[in-house]
């Protein structure tokens, strides 16, 4: 049996129910449906107009890879909740292990007390940590983002200098701290300064890594004042970019140097996305502190900062929170996690390539496809603008496809992890008609 086989079988959608199984695309009305409309009017009047709302998708249920909406309309969704629902919606095990917490303990603050769940939490997160095998301690969060605010003041606290050094085209939150890393979109930045002081910002790649030494540690800053580089290894708002090779290796090396924390932000990109748990581990080298988010609960919100055993050593009382941890989000990442290692990630790398395979195609017979990119199930689209992308993007929705941009001028797949062979081949089709469609409109 190929390794494509085996990831397969043991993603069979057997258990998960009939909406998993059902045909999607399955599109019955207009789009938004009257129903979704009425949703949508009623959301607009109250909620806040900061949050853009890419289309008109008001979910209903959904399971594995299918979405219904309020109207009956089934989606083949290729965005998993950007990247968060990494099990697939609703995983059987996944909901057996929520409802089964909920029945003992729903909440207790974690910071003053000793919840079980989160401690076997921590303690499987120490042992997947890619640190080589070296001890780990591990903070629990309520989102990415707060997992990025914790690296922050442990890379300052622990090293006992300010400067933090990230990336044009990063994103790593929009919480102030988060923010002030974040060069993905200056709109998200504007209106909000001052930002953090003593965050600096470099190209991606090698261009980055010269930078830093030719002129940021020659003209700006003293590299014995820097706590700590941020970096993802897969860029994902900023174009689901992997690093260039001997990029990753050379931060390493810059940090070794000069006494750094090279601080990987996997939000995205970890908790098997790549093909392995850790993005990072596609470049053979090992981070000071990872960070984790999004797909890490499977849809509940949680956050995880782990760092070197021998870097967390605040004292109690510096780093806490009321939520963070909390334990039916804990008890939804241990199966997540179990999930995960025991076929999902290799299900990730199979359906990464069966992916590929067939985008190849689609970039050979639709030149509006400039590139794509693809390290597992975060694949990337290179169109010719942002104006394209978007359309591309609109275009998939109303058929029934479920895609998001980012970057410049992508178009983002990353589905769930569950994806089977027979949806991706589904998918690529219809991606290939919107995109020929917009390039007939252009």
């Not at 949050?51 to 965005?79: H, I, S």
Request: a negative charge.
């Amino acid at each position: 049996m190929t390794t494509s086989e085996t990831a397969t079988t043991l993603v069979d959608h057997a258990t998960m129910g009939r909406l998993a199984d059902a045909t999607a695309p399955d599109l019955r009305t207009a789009l938004p449906g009257p129903r979704a409309r009425e949703v949508i009017d009623r959301d607009l009047a109250v909620s806040s107009p900061s949050m853009p709302r890419v289309y008109p998708l008001v979910p209903a249920r959904a399971e594995g890879c299918v979405m219904e909406d309020v109207d009956g309309n089934r989606f083949l969704d290729l965005n998993a909740g950007i990247a968060v629902n990494s099990t697939g919606h609703c995983h059987p095990a996944v909901v057996a292990a929520i409802e089964a917490q909920a029945r003992s303990v729903l909440h207790y603050c974690s910071s003053d007390f000793y919840i079980p769940v989160y401690g076997q939490l921590c303690e499987r997160l120490a042992k997947l940590a890619p640190f080589g095998g070296r001890a780990a301690r591990v903070f629990l969060s309520n989102s990415g983002a707060e997992a990025v605010e914790g690296a922050i003041k442990l890379a300052r606290y622990r090293t006992g200098r300010q400067h933090i050094i990230a990336f044009l085209g990063s994103f790593h939150g929009r919480t102030l701290g988060a923010l002030s890393l974040t060069a993905s979109k200056a709109r998200y930045r504007a209106g909000f300064g001052p930002l953090l002081p003593e965050v600096h910002h470099v190209p991606y790649g090698m261009e980055g890594v010269t930078q830093l030494r030719d002129q940021l540690f020659k003209h700006l800053v003293e590299p014995t004042e820097v706590a700590a580089i941020v970096v993802e290894p897969v860029q994902g708002e900023g174009g689901y970019i992997p690093a260039p090779p001997g990029f990753m290796a050379e931060l390493r090396e810059v940090c070794d140097e000069h006494g750094i924390l090279l601080v990987a932000d996997e939000v995205q990109s970890g908790i098997g996305r790549t093909g392995r748990f850790w993005a990072v581990e596609h470049d053979g080298v090992e981070p000071d502190v990872v960070l984790a988010g999004k797909g890490l609960a499977s849809g509940l919100p949680l956050g995880a900062l782990i760092a070197r055993d021998e870097l967390m050593t605040w004292p109690p009382g510096t780093h806490g929170s009321t939520f963070g941890g909390n334990p039916v989000a804990c008890a939804a990442a241990l199966a997540t996690i179990d999930l995960v290692t025991g076929g999902l990630q290799a299900n990730a790398a199979a359906m990464g390539r069966r992916f590929a395979d067939q985008l190849a195609g689609v970039q050979r017979r639709q030149a509006l496809l400039e590139a794509f990119r693809a390290r597992g199930l975060m694949i990337g689209l290179d169109f010719p603008d942002h104006d394209v992308a978007v359309a591309v993007e609109q275009a998939c929705f109303h058929r029934g496809i479920l895609t998001l941009t980012c970057g410049e001028r992508t178009v983002r797949i990353a589905p769930p992890l569950v994806i089977r062979a027979d949806e991706v081949d589904t998918a690529v089709p219809i991606l290939e008609d919107a995109i020929a469609a917009v390039a007939a409109a252009t």
